[in-house]
């Protein structure tokens, strides 16, 4: 009795299984390959860009999830069967980015932060008149601010550090190029 939003579910759900075998295959063909060069450097590449995918749609398929429940469109035993399908595959994510040393993935929320702040923001709000809602979206772009103001805190940071590097790279080059035997 899974009505259209739950089929689309599972549809989403098997297409990141999908994806979440095609990876593990890629990291077979890793463990395969011999050698660190390019060929080698671009495959890793695309198997951490089809994890970060994939850790993406999971997230998506969370959202979806939360908001079954509340439409009664299907069972309380199917939306646990659903959950632990998920989070089997999220610990498999998990794992596979882990393998390529990914640490930083399974952090994502220490980075961005959790997703949790816009559905707090909407129930919070929910309750209160007018003038709350004012005041609290006054302290949620507050909130939005300080983290932009930390965010470009770090970009200047790594703008200079890249500045550094450049100067240091034209210095080897010049160097190289200087002691470079005519031939």
């Given at each position: 009795?899974a009505?259209?939003?739950g089929d689309?579910?599972?549809?989403e759900y098997n297409?990141?299984t999908?994806?979440?075998d095609?990876i593990?295959?890629?990291?077979s063909e890793?463990?395969?390959?011999?050698?660190?060069?390019p060929?080698?450097?671009?495959?890793?590449?695309?198997?951490?860009?089809?994890?970060?995918?994939?850790?993406?749609?999971?997230?998506?398929?969370e959202?979806l999830?939360?908001?079954l429940?509340?439409?009664k469109?299907?069972?309380e035993?199917e939306?646990?069967r659903r959950?632990?399908?998920l989070?089997?595959?999220?610990?498999?994510?998990?794992?596979?980015a882990?393998?390529l040393?990914?640490s930083?993935f399974?952090?994502?929320?220490?980075?961005?932060?959790?997703e949790t702040?816009s559905v707090?923001a909407v129930t919070r709000?929910?309750?209160m008149?007018?003038?709350g809602?004012?005041?609290?979206?006054r302290?949620?772009m507050?909130?939005q601010?300080e983290?932009?103001?930390?965010l470009e805190?770090?970009?200047?940071?790594?703008?200079?550090?890249?500045?550094a590097?450049?100067?240091?790279?034209?210095?080897h080059?010049r160097?190289i190029v200087q002691f470079?035997?005519?031939s």
């Amino acid at each position: 009795m899974a009505s259209t939003s739950g089929d689309s579910w599972m549809k989403e759900y098997n297409e990141a299984t999908k994806l979440a075998d095609d990876i593990n295959g890629m990291i077979s063909e890793k463990t395969a390959m011999s050698g660190s060069g390019p060929d080698s450097q671009r495959h890793f590449s695309s198997v951490r860009r089809k994890i970060t995918i994939l850790g993406t749609r999971l997230d998506s398929l969370e959202s979806l999830l939360s908001k079954l429940p509340s439409k009664k469109t299907i069972t309380e035993k199917e939306f646990n069967r659903r959950k632990d399908m998920l989070s089997n595959l999220r610990t498999k994510t998990n794992q596979m980015a882990t393998t390529l040393n990914m640490s930083n993935f399974a952090n994502r929320d220490s980075l961005l932060g959790p997703e949790t702040k816009s559905v707090d923001a909407v129930t919070r709000a929910s309750e209160m008149d007018n003038q709350g809602i004012v005041s609290l979206q006054r302290q949620i772009m507050k909130e939005q601010d300080e983290g932009l103001e930390q965010l470009e805190e770090t970009v200047i940071s790594t703008k200079h550090i890249a500045l550094a590097v450049n100067e240091e790279l034209e210095l080897h080059t010049r160097l190289i190029v200087q002691f470079l035997p005519l031939s």
